[in-house]
T-cell receptor, first 112, second 115 residues
Framework: KQEVTQIPAALSVPEGENLVLNCSFTDSAIYNLQWFRQDPGKGLTSLLLIQSSQREQTSGRLNASLDKSSGRSTLYIAASQPGDSATYLCAVGGAGSYQLTFGKGTKLSVIP | NAGVTQTPKFRILKIGQSMTLQCTQDMNHNYMYWYRQDPGMGLKLIYYSVGAGITDKGEVPNGYNVSRSTTEDFPLRLELAAPSQTSVYFC??????????????FGSGTQLSVL
C-alpha cells in the first residue's frame, strides 16, 4: 500500500527566504505526483503536476522535482512571501486505482 | 468561473440523522470524487465516479452512499450519522483519471460536525 510522508509538519521562515518542502513515497511505481496548496477553510488548489517520465516542473517561483527511484519529491519556493503561507500537500497517483494517495501536508508560515 | 461547488459549507447533525452533501461542477468532467479530511490527516477517498451512472467505493465508504445521475452532480448521502463522521468533506473533479496525469479541481469543502 502506498504511503506518502511529508516532513516537516510545520515550517516557519522569514519573508524573502528560499525554502524546500519534502515529500516521500514508499512505492516508486507511480504515474504522477501532484503538489497542492490549501488555504484555511478552503479547498485544495493544484500547483504542479509531474508525470512519472519527468524530472521537474516549474511555475513562477515554484519548482517541483521528482526522483522516482528514491521515492522523493521536493517543492522549492523562491523568495517566499507572506501570501505563500498555507498548507502544502503532495499526492501520488499509481496503478490499480483512480485515486491519489495524499500526504498529511506541511503548514508553511512566512513571517513578514 | 464556478468550477466545483459544494453546499452547505457548514452543518451540525445529531447522531442518527441523515443528510446529503451536494456537489456540482460546470467543467464537463467525467471523473468526480468525494474525500474526507480529518484534522492533521491526509485526504481519504470515500467514493468516486467515472461518469454518469457509474460509481465505485474508495478507501473509506462505510456509512456513505452516492449517486451520479448527471455529469454535473455527485451528491454524497450520510445515513445514520455517527460522531466518527465529523470531518471536512471535499468534492473534486477531473477530466480524466486523477492517477493518469489529470489535475484535480476541488470544491471549498463542507465542515460537518456530528454531536
Amino acid at each position: 500500500k502506498q504511503e506518502v510522508t511529508q516532513i516537516p509538519a510545520a515550517l516557519s521562515v522569514p519573508e524573502g527566504e528560499n525554502l524546500v518542502l519534502n515529500c516521500s513515497f514508499t512505492d516508486s511505481a507511480i504515474y504522477n505526483l501532484q503538489w497542492f496548496r490549501q488555504d484555511p477553510g478552503k479547498g485544495l488548489t493544484s500547483l504542479l503536476l509531474i508525470q512519472s517520465s519527468q524530472r521537474e516542473q516549474t511555475s513562477g517561483r515554484l519548482n517541483a522535482s521528482l526522483d522516482k527511484s528514491s521515492g522523493r519529491s521536493t517543492l522549492y519556493i523562491a523568495a517566499s512571501q507572506p501570501g505563500d503561507s498555507a498548507t502544502y500537500l503532495c499526492a501520488v497517483g499509481g496503478a490499480g486505482s483512480y485515486q491519489l494517495t495524499f500526504g498529511k501536508g506541511t503548514k508553511l508560515s512566512v513571517i513578514p | 468561473n464556478a468550477g466545483v461547488t459544494q453546499t452547505p459549507k457548514f452543518r451540525i447533525l445529531k447522531i442518527g440523522q441523515s443528510m446529503t452533501l451536494q456537489c456540482t461542477q460546470d467543467m464537463n468532467h467525467n471523473y468526480m470524487y468525494w474525500y474526507r479530511q480529518d484534522p492533521g490527516m491526509g485526504l481519504k477517498l470515500i467514493y468516486y465516479s467515472v461518469g454518469a451512472g457509474i460509481t465505485d467505493k474508495g478507501e473509506v465508504p462505510n456509512g456513505y452512499n452516492v449517486s451520479r445521475s448527471t455529469t454535473e452532480d455527485f451528491p454524497l448521502r450520510l445515513e445514520l450519522a455517527a460522531p466518527s463522521q465529523t470531518s471536512v468533506y471535499f468534492c473534486a473533479s477531473s477530466s480524466g483519471a486523477a492517477n493518469m496525469n489529470e489535475k484535480l479541481f476541488f470544491g471549498s469543502g463542507t465542515q460537518l460536525s456530528v454531536l
